[in-house]
């Protein structure tokens, strides 16, 4: 019954948004710990399938104690009108990789019986988002890791100088 109603559910949600994206989310937005604005992703592995972050025909989960940190996903649609990208948000969820849960907070312009509701993450999605996070983290320490080379060389040139 469970599987039957899942199914259901599925259709329901991914029958009107498959007239904008033929399947899978355009892409996702991420925000949370260590993320200065937002990150935009389009990995596959994160935008393809509606269950990535979380099976809800597996029921909801008990609500944890303490989640710990988790990170803000909204799922995206892009739909042209004349030529011109809109942008169209279809659903949040917020995703706790380091505990192995989500919050499904719900379908934007309506709702669903899964609104409000805790389940467990799914794991094929935990290396894809880690992936991201890592990517933002590498991203954000190169320009002081380049300061530190060019502070050393000022350092160096001008100990050279000196001794000179």
Not at 45 to 66: H, I, K, R, W, Y
Not at 101 to 122: F, H, P, T
Not at 141 to 157: E, T
């Amino acid at each position: 019954m469970k599987k039957i109603f899942a199914l259901l559910f599925a259709l329901a949600v991914l029958a009107p948004s498959a007239a904008f994206a033929n399947g899978g989310f355009d892409y996702i937005t991420v925000e949370g710990p260590g993320i200065i604005g937002e990150i935009n992703v389009t990995n596959p592995a994160l935008t393809e399938d509606f269950l990535v972050f979380a099976d809800f025909s597996q029921g909801e989960a008990p609500p944890p104690v303490d989640p710990g940190q988790g990170y803000q996903i909204a799922r995206v649609y892009v739909e042209f009108t004349d030529e011109k990208p809109k942008d169209l948000p279809f659903d949040l969820l917020h995703y706790y990789p380091y505990t192995g849960y989500v919050y499904y907070d719900g379908v934007l312009e309506g709702s669903s019986e899964y609104d409000g509701k805790w389940y467990i993450a799914n794991p094929a999605a935990e290396a894809p988002i880690r992936n991201v996070l890592f990517q933002r983290a590498l991203l954000a320490w190169v320009p002081f890791g380049v300061l530190v080379v060019i502070m050393i060389g000022f350092f160096v040139a001008y100990n050279r100088k000196q001794n000179t």
